[in-house]
């Protein structure tokens, strides 16, 4: 397994799914997840759906920058970290963003343990 690929494969995927279909997201969170946006602390595939779910727009288009890759833990995990920009709409300004993410292993694939989200301001 090449963590850079997983890496890769898994940023495509959320970012992918987050601007066509966001409720899907949640089959890659499990009960102890958590997702962490703008301060704010949600646990569980329900919170953080409920969470998603209620971002003040319907449309949004990432544009990933760079993605970072490091392994993490015994249990085979890995840590990905996300820049870019994000468009809520064709007339609306690129806001930049930095996400975290935490994966681990489950049933030959991986799921979302902690997901760190921030605008970059300035």
């Keep these: 397994m090449d963590p850079d690929a997983v890496a890769k494969a898994f940023v495509e995927h ?6 066509s279909n966001r409720p899907a997201l949640v089959s890659l969170y499990q009960d102890g997840s958590m997702l962490t ?10 919170a953080i759906a409920g969470k998603l779910g209620s971002l003040p727009f ?8 760079t993605v970072d890759c490091q392994p993490s833990g015994p249990q085979g ?5 996300v820049s870019g920009s994000l468009r809520t709409g064709p007339d609306e300004h690129p806001l930049k963003f930095s996400q975290m993410f935490q ?20």
Excluded: W
């Design 77 to 81: 995990g890995m840590l990905v970290f």
């Design 58 to 65: 319907a449309q949004c288009q990432h544009d990933i920058a």
């Design 103 to 122: 994966l681990l292993p489950a049933g030959g694939s991986f799921y979302v343990q902690n997901d760190m989200f921030r605008l970059n301001y300035g």
């Design 37 to 46: 946006f703008e301060g704010q602390k949600f646990l569980g595939p329900a």
């Design 14 to 19: 959320y970012y992918r799914t987050f601007d």
